[in-house]
């Protein structure tokens, strides 16, 4: 557990608040904090009163600026290693040997709401890593969706003023539905595959711990021998890529804003580490131009069908840090944090980005010295020539030119036998121009591939939210303009948005019009695999609850890794149809069925559902089922679906499994033919299915 950061971080972890009294920033003893020094009983309060101007100070001064995007996350600790040697295609050390762990630090992030804003919002979720590697530090600094918005990084600003909240009245918060926005896209197509995106469930992931990352770019990695092959990095979810629904994503922001945020911090808390694995794309240096549409391009993937994923590692995150500021919000990612055998291709927008991340860092963390906060120093040893500035931690000694015969020539450049990072050496030429490469001009193919990827319940998932989107859009020429450029995408997804807007059918047009589509794109082929583990299950109990049953079906799905809570009218205990009291994990009042993922409705003794009447039960069973959600049903729980009109309580008696509605309608003790009927419509995580549901 104790890793070399874990071990690093003692020198910076402050005096244990139990081992000292309350001191000033001095260290001096304070004798009393509760009331400042005053003259007199009712007099006025004296500056001499140091503890008093030093407390309100520091209080005055404790917020620095927020990241101007990605500004609210949440972070993790844990460790990365390699399956193999990745020698073949990179000389970076830490990729070398499989039997070496290199410490990580994630921070996960939505983009476009500030600090406070709701985690299930829809947007594009930030999945920065950064490997405290031997040769330095090595930030993966990557999102949840492969392409990004705009092809030069120069639009950045344009974009970024775009989606966030409107000039004027700053509003929306952590929403892209609003006028700004939409008007930018429907001028800019080459927004639209990323938007594709947006609109899709990848933008209302269930979990951190479910969702897949990419570094977007085409990266290069550079061999021992100076070999160069370009790669794309991703990382896949062990628990399988998962969503919410938008209507379930929109109550969990008012039920639970800190829901991705907790999931994270509570799992890892329970020992349930997440786990994703780190796989590369590689592609030649001699097929750089073997595709239909450039490499360079960020806004294009190249499909897995075409180059599939080699997965080289797997990354554990196994801490939670223990102080949100100092390590969740003074992290500083930089694309540029590179180490030897990772190096850059001519990506405009990665170039880009290569100036603004450190540039971004001076201002939010006030001044050049911020590589020496804790979460950012490297363990690799740091010797540089690079001095003083604001925050200056470090006591150099000696001196801080090149070349230097004071101080013995030291630093030595490119010291005997270290790993130096050297510069991939491509041939560059060309007339200096402002000019966007002919080669990024198709901005609609790969936004139809992602659409012809798509299952049925996914496009309509995705012509919803461009109805919701769009519909909170107040310009209707911004509206119109969007379904022009949604038709060339594709005819039934342009029309099938502008029957909701109300606007006339867009002609069909050609520009997107190809039906080639990537399977791998689909989430209905990233389930994983098929577990239930750390999926909240709640159980809807009230008095006279048939306890065994409550029992049996706890147990068998606490078996399977779930995390099982008895949830009543009222918080303590409730009465068992067994005469005993039985503990209430949750009130009714304080949860919401958004907060789970799958229900369970026991019934009691030969009766009913003892909540069958309760008016916040019986909403909970309703948007289960709304939300695709597994249910659960056994004994006089299944004449509660029935009145609920969520199955039926006839049959031959046996376990009846229908779009992901489990019902057993015995009263006797719990079958196995039911909690494995149950364990797996759980598993299936969402049953868009359903005839007359709205998943
Ligand atoms: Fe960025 C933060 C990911 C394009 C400029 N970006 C930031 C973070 C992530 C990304 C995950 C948060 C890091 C953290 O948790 O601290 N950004 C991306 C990806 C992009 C991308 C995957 C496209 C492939 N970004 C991008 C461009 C620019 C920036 C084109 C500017 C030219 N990004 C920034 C920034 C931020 C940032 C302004 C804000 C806070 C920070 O850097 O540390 O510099």
Not at 244 to 253: I, P, R, T
Not at 500 to 522: W, Y
Not at 560 to 573: F, K, R, S
Request: net charge negative.
């Amino acid at each position: 557990m104790a890793d070399a950061k874990h071990r690093q971080l003692d020198d910076d972890r402050a005096v244990d608040p139990a081992s000292h009294p309350l001191t000033t920033d001095q260290g001096t003893v304070v004798d009393h904090t509760d009331d400042s020094l005053t003259a007199g009983d009712r007099g006025p309060t004296l500056l001499e009163d140091f503890h008093f101007r030093e407390k309100l100070t520091r209080f005055d001064h404790e917020r620095i600026p927020e990241r101007v995007v990605h500004a609210r996350g949440a972070g993790a600790y844990g460790y990365f290693e390699p399956y193999a040697s990745c020698g073949a295609f990179t000389r970076a050390a830490f990729l070398s040997d499989p039997g070496q762990r290199t410490p990580v630090f994630v921070r996960f992030s939505t983009v476009q709401g500030p600090r406070g804003s709701a985690d299930t919002v829809r947007d594009v979720r930030g999945f920065a890593t950064k490997f405290y590697t031997s040769e330095g530090n090595f930030d993966l600094v990557g999102n949840n969706f492969p392409v990004f918005f705009i092809q030069d990084g120069i639009k950045f600003p344009d974009f970024v003023h775009a989606v966030k909240p409107e000039p004027d009245n700053e509003i929306p918060t952590g929403a892209s539905a609003h006028d700004t926005l939409w008007d930018f896209v429907s001028l800019q197509p080459e927004t639209l595959h990323a938007i594709m995106w947006l609109m899709s469930d990848r933008a209302i992931p269930r979990s951190y711990r479910m969702m897949q990352g990419f570094g977007v770019h085409t990266f290069r990695l550079i061999a021992a021998d100076g070999r160069a092959t370009f790669a794309k990095f991703h990382w896949k979810p062990k628990l399988g890529v998962h969503s919410l629904v938008w209507d379930e994503a929109q109550e969990c922001q008012g039920r639970d804003p800190d829901f991705n945020r907790r999931d994270l911090w509570e799992a890892i808390e329970a020992g349930e580490y997440p786990e994703y694995e780190l796989g590369v794309q590689l592609i030649p240096e001699d097929d750089e131009f073997a595709f239909d549409f450039d490499l360079l391009d960020p806004t294009k993937i190249v499909p897995e069908e075409q180059v599939p994923v080699q997965p080289i590692g797997r990354m554990v995150l196994n801490r939670n840090p223990e102080n949100f500021f100092a390590e969740t919000e003074q992290v500083a990612f930089h694309v540029g944090n590179v180490v030897p055998g990772i190096d850059f291709t001519n990506d405009p927008l990665l170039q880009a980005r290569l100036f603004s991340y450190l540039d971004t860092q001076l201002l939010r963390l006030g001044g050049p010295n911020f590589a020496q906060l804790p979460v950012n120093r490297p363990l690799a040893p740091v010797n540089t020539n690079q001095r003083d500035g604001f925050h200056q931690s470090r006591i150099h000694r000696g001196t801080s030119y090149t070349e230097n015969s004071l101080g013995g020539g030291c630093p030595v450049v490119g010291g005997a036998g270290a790993a130096a990072f050297t510069h991939h050496a491509e041939k560059v030429e060309g007339a200096k121009i402002r000019r966007r490469s002919e080669s990024f001009q198709d901005h609609h193919s790969q936004a139809a591939l992602f659409w012809n990827s798509m299952a049925d319940w996914e496009q309509r998932h995705i012509v919803e939210a461009f109805r919701f989107e769009l519909g909170k859009v107040g310009a209707v020429m911004v509206r119109e303009r969007t379904v022009q450029e949604l038709g060339k995408v594709d005819h039934d997804l342009a029309a099938g948005v502008a029957k909701g807007l109300g606007l006339p059918e867009p002609p069909r047009s050609a520009a997107g019009d190809h039906k080639h589509a990537s399977p791998a794109l689909s989430q209905t082929r990233l389930r994983g695999p098929g577990s239930i583990r750390t999926r909240k299950i709640a159980v809807l109990v009230a008095d006279g609850v048939d306890t065994a049953q409550v029992t049996a079906v706890r147990d068998a799905l606490a078996g399977h890794g779930a995390l099982v809570e008895a949830i009543a009218p009222q918080d303590g205990t409730v009465a068992g149809a067994d005469g005993e009291r039985h503990a209430v994990d949750r009130a009714l009042p304080t949860v919401a069925s958004v907060l789970y993922d799958a229900v369970l409705v026991p019934g009691g003794g030969e009766g009913n559902a003892p909540v069958a009447d309760d008016g916040a039960a019986i909403r909970f069973v309703r948007d289960a089922y709304r939300h695709g959600k597994a249910i659960g049903a056994v004994g006089g729980g299944v004449r509660m679906l029935a009145a609920l009109g969520l199955g039926t309580a006839d049959g031959d008696g046996g376990v009846r499994t229908e779009h992901g509605v489990v019902a057993d309608p015995a009263t006797g003790p719990v079958r196995e033919a039911f909690t494995d009927a149950f364990v797996e419509a759980i598993a299936a995580h969402r049953h868009p299915e359903r005839p007359d549901g709205r998943f």
